[in-house]
């Protein structure tokens, strides 16, 4: 079983719809949780934090559910510019390295 | 500019031969890290320096990897015997502090290898 799990998607939401990915993570020592965003043949970049209260940024919601071990990302309005793959990304306390789960592909079409 | 570098950004070589892929992190930067990603899958961890040295290898699959940061900063990630398997982008990272106290790996745009 993969550390990091997602749903690959791909998800094809209309524009100003609201979507939200789930991800699961498998190590009950997991301390940090993160969403990082891909464009097509790009660098990943981080996203948003996932703190235990939730965190807002905008259009964003990221949630953390440590007893059912998944944390989720909501995006509201959608945009056409939000079409990328965003990564579900975990951290362990005292292990300096990321661990990525395969990404959710979103495609929002006009 | 002032994000991570990485050379070639496209290598195209093949089965059997030597390559290196090189890093230049972001100025001051002392932690740096060797992800690779194939298709439709996420980066996958390989090689973690804090300063010169290697503080967790444990992500390269085998003994034909390797990878160097000999004066703590430009990182060159050296495959012997390449074969088929090892077709990937190949994405080097840096993070201001030791420890990811905020999450944020700056990432280069990568070292796309093909081997034939």
């Known amino acids: 079983r993969k550390e990091v799990e997602q749903d690959p998607g791909p998800f094809n939401v209309p524009e100003g719809a609201t979507v939200a990915f789930n991800c699961t993570y498998s190590?009950?020592?997991?301390?940090?949780f993160f969403w990082y965003r891909q464009d097509c043949r790009k660098e990943p970049k981080l996203l948003m934090s996932?703190?235990?209260s939730g965190n807002e940024d905008g259009r964003f919601t990221a949630q953390l559910n440590r007893a059912s071990q998944y944390i989720s990302l909501l995006i509201r309005d959608s945009k056409l510019s939000d079409s990328a793959t965003y990564l579900c990304?975990?951290?362990?306390?005292?292990?300096?390295?990321?661990?990525f789960g395969t990404g959710t592909r979103l495609t929002i079409i006009p | 500019g002032a994000g991570v570098s990485q050379t070639p950004s496209n290598k195209v070589t093949e089965k059997g031969k030597y390559v290196e892929l090189r890093c230049d992190p972001i100025s001051g930067h002392t932690a740096l890290y060797w992800y690779r990603q194939s298709l439709g899958q996420g980066p996958e961890f390989l090689i973690y320096f804090q300063g010169t040295g290697a503080a967790d290898d444990s992500g390269l699959p085998n003994d034909r990897f390797f990878a160097v940061r000999p004066e703590g900063s430009v990182s060159t990630l050296k495959i012997q015997r390449t074969e088929r398997g090892d077709s990937a982008v190949y994405l080097c990272?840096?993070?201001?502090?030791?420890?990811?106290?905020?999450?944020?790996?700056?990432f280069g745009e990568g070292s796309r290898l093909t081997v034939l």
């Open positions: 190590n009950s020592a997991s301390q940090s």
């Open positions: 990272a840096s993070s201001p502090l030791p420890g990811l106290h905020t999450g944020e790996l700056f």
């Open positions: 990304v975990v951290s362990h306390f005292g292990n300096e390295k990321l661990t």
């Open positions: 996932v703190y235990s």
